[in-house]
Every structure is written in C-alpha cells, then in structure tokens.
C-alpha cells in the first residue's frame, strides 16, 4: 500500500499532465504526489489511456465531431484519407463517399456573425432525425464550421436527400435557422480496378 | 493476533517494505523487492512516456531506475526508506536526462538491463479500449469533443486552442477537465454494466 501524502488529484487535473500545458510547477507537484499515491498512480494512467485511445480512435476515422482545419493537417499527415466537400447556406451538393474514403468533412459556409455557438439537426426528407450536435464552436469572424463525419456512418445512410439546419445556440424556440444545408446523398461508391 | 510483518504485501506501507529489503541480507526479501517493484516500476514507466516519448525508452527507464532503487536499499545506501517514492523520482529524473542525452546509451542500457533485470513491465492496457471510448466520446458536447480531439490527437496547447476556437485559454482548460470527467464517468458506466 502506498500511502496518500496529500489530497488526491482529480483526472482533470492529471491528464494536463500529458499537455504541454502544464506549468512545471504543476508537473512538479503531479510527480511528487504520483509517486507516493497508488490511487493516482492508476488515475495517472487511466488519463494517459484516455489520450491515446482517443488518437487511435481519430486515426481510425470513427469520430464524428466539428474540427479545424489544424486537426484536418493533422490527419492528412497521418495519412487517414478525408473526402472534402463545402456548401453555401442554402446550398445542395451530390454526396458519396468511395470504398477507401475514412472521413467525410464538409465546410458549412454562412454568416455566423455575433454567433458564438450552433446548434445542429440532421433529418431524412422524411422528417426522420439522423443525428443532432449541441454547442459547435464557432471562432469570431468565422464563416465556416467544419463537421466531419466517420465515412463509415455515411456508407450506411440511406440515399435520400439529408437535411442540415444550423441555430444559434442562444436563438430562442421558434426563431428562424441561420442556414440550411441539403446532402443529396448518393450511397456508397465503389472504385473499379482496370 | 497478526503482526504487521505477517500483513499482505499489498497492504504494506512503501517505507516497510523498502526497510525490509534494506535490513535483509541481499537478495532474501523477494517479495518485498517484488512488491516494491510493482508499485513502483509503473510509475517510472509512466513518467518516462511523458519524457521520452517512446515506449521502448519508458520500459527502458523504469528498469533501469529500479535497479538502481533496489541495489541501493540492498546496500543500505538509502538513509531514510520512508522516502523511497522521493528517492525513485528523483532518480528518474536523473536516470531520464541522461536517456533523452544519447541514444546509443539507451541502447546500451537496455542490453544490459534485459540480461539483469527479466520481470515483466507492468502494463496499463486494461483501462479503456476503444470500442468504449467512440459512444463515450459521441455523448460530449460538441465543444468538448472538439477540445478533446485537439489536446490529445493533434496535441494542441490550451493556447492554440482558445485561439482557434474563440475562448480563453482558461476555459479552454476548465471545458477540458470537465470532458476528461465526463469520459472517466462515461467509460466506468460502461466496464461496470
């Protein structure tokens, strides 16, 4: 049993430890507690699982999440394969995704301005909710929010037209959305050797 | 009534059990050095991957200052076994910097460590695996997850960060522990059902 010197620390606070955000005083203190605490010794390590399960998960095109184009440079160097498309607000566009694509990400293009969070909806045109995001960061004077998409999930949604619909997360119920997006989607290609 | 000495080793305070294998003759307290070892080792390992950034180089380090660790309190080197935790991380410290100065050293090193030094690493695979991390990570807020990804896969700063995200580098840093909370409490739901 190794004894507790001080306070536990929390899993917040540990996984800073694999940052670059730490202070090295914050470091120091990390350090000095670990080794003399088992139970933060298994936290430590449980936050150090954390990141890389989330890498691998990222590298493996299964995240579904709104990125930034740093994180799209991070993947083209890792080699995962991304098909790209962008929209105007009100803009279609003819969608697929091919046998070899990972992610999918589209550039949703529309005047955020004084908008700082959106909400998102997804629906078949059969009025069928597919998917649903709270809270998308949207950097002052930005234009564009990017989502991406596992290209796994899009293979199994069904071809029809999808609509977007993004809302400021401040607008009350009922106020108009700030842009709408249709993907008209076109299943699942396949590339034909020869 | 059972004396502390008959006590599992796994319940031994980290000074008992370094004085025991100081008072031992070398080599007669096994299962102390044993213990010791467990407890310790995976904390080096730990520390190294934060520093070296290589696997092979954590293993290589925890081995290595655990050798030394042993080797001392064998010797009686070690003038107050209650801060062996202390005495491990600072040697860590020392022990690291020389493995990040050379390479070849850390070849060198691990030669010799595999002939002395056979007990397996400890490992930390068994936390989460990445089938419980994706439906955890998908029931963030978009602007955790987002967080998230940047801290740990494009290994952002809380800095570059809020810049690109229009936040403050402090809230940047407070969504982040909230996220790595909600994942912990996500991921423990889901080994216990």
């Known amino acids: ?194 | 009534m059972t004396g502390p000495d008959a006590a599992p080793f796994v319940d031994r305070p980290d000074g008992d059990l370094a004085r025991e294998v100081a008072s031992a003759p070398a080599g007669h307290a096994a299962a102390a050095e044993g213990e010791l070892y467990r407890r310790f080792a995976r904390r080096v390992r730990l520390f190294g991957l934060r520093y070296l950034r290589d696997g092979m180089a954590a293993d290589d380090l925890a081995q290595q200052v655990m050798l030394i660790a042993i080797e001392r309190l064998r010797a009686g080197e070690i003038r107050n076994p209650d801060e062996i935790g202390s005495f491990i991380l600072s040697t860590s410290r020392m022990v690291a910097t020389g493995l990040r100065r050379t390479e070849r050293r850390r070849q060198d090193i691990h030669m010799r460590v595999e002939v002395t030094e056979p007990t397996a690493m400890p490992r930390d695979e068994r936390f989460f695996d990445a089938d419980r991390i994706r439906p955890c990570l998908a029931s963030l807020r978009e602007r955790e997850r987002t967080i998230l990804l940047l801290t740990f896969y494009a290994e952002r700063t809380a800095t570059e960060i809020a810049v690109g995200m229009g936040m403050s580098a402090g809230a940047v840093r407070v969504a982040r522990h909230r996220a790595v909370a909600a994942m912990r409490d996500c991921l423990e739901a889901r080994r216990s059902a």
């Open chain 1, 1 to 194: 049993m190794t004894t507790r010197s001080s306070a536990c620390l929390s899993m917040g606070e540990l996984s800073d430890y694999w940052t670059s955000d730490a202070s090295p005083e914050d470091v120091e203190r990390i350090e000095t507690h670990v080794f003399t605490c088992g139970a933060c010794t298994d936290l430590l390590a449980a936050a150090d699982q954390l990141r890389r399960r989330v890498g691998d998960v990222v590298r493996a095109g299964a995240v579904q999440a709104f990125v930034t184009d740093g994180l799209l440079n991070q993947l083209a160097r890792d080699g995962v394969r991304v098909r790209s498309y962008a929209m105007n607000a009100g803009g279609s566009v003819q969608c697929a995704v091919w046998d070899d694509d990972e992610i999918l990400v589209t550039r949703l293009r529309a005047d955020f301005s004084g908008v700082t969070a959106l909400d998102a909806v997804m629906r078949l045109d059969t009025g069928e909710e597919w998917g649903r995001a709270s809270d998308i960061p949207v950097p002052e004077g930005s234009r564009e929010v990017i989502m991406a998409l596992p290209a796994e999930l899009v293979r199994r949604a069904p071809e029809v037209p999808i609509r977007l619909t993004l809302r400021s997360s401040a607008a009350s119920p009922g106020e108009s959305p700030l842009a709408e997006y249709t993907f008209d989607h076109r299943g699942a290609h396949t590339r034909r050797s020869g």
